[in-house]
């Protein structure tokens, strides 16, 4: 049985910064692409991040050269650095691992930025 669990969110102010971490069991993160995404209300999940199995990433452009994503094999976790974060940041953060084909995404941790 796969689970995630995201932690980390919380209220921030413009400029501030966050980690979120995801916390996997019933899979090994190491061996699998892990992506992060966010969504907002009324609207579909976008892609922020993904870091794959060799440990290569990729970032949505309106957060690149802001978030890191990174990876924990010992402790079979995946977190994303958020710098910088601005208002539009606000959004419903969800870690995602795709294992045979099949798509598991956490609960979701919320992140507010605001003044």
């Known amino acids: 049985q796969v689970q995630l669990v995201e932690s980390g969110g919380a209220l921030v102010q413009p400029g501030g910064s966050l980690r979120l971490s995801c916390a996997a069991s019933?899979?090994?993160?190491?061996?699998?692409?892990i992506s992060w995404y966010r969504q907002t209300p009324g609207k579909e999940r976008s892609f922020v991040a993904i870091?794959?199995?060799?440990?290569?990433?990729n970032y949505a452009d309106s957060v690149k050269g802001r978030f890191s994503i990174s990876r924990d094999n010992a402790k079979n976790t995946v977190s994303l650095q958020m710098n910088t974060l601005k208002p539009e940041d606000t959004a419903v953060y969800y870690c995602?691992?795709?294992?045979?084909?099949?798509?598991?995404w956490g609960q979701g941790t919320q992140v507010t930025v605001s003044s």
């Open positions: 870091i794959t199995a060799g440990g290569s990433t």
């Open positions: 019933g899979v090994q993160l190491s061996r699998n692409t």
């Open positions: 995602m691992v795709r294992k045979y084909g099949v798509d598991y």
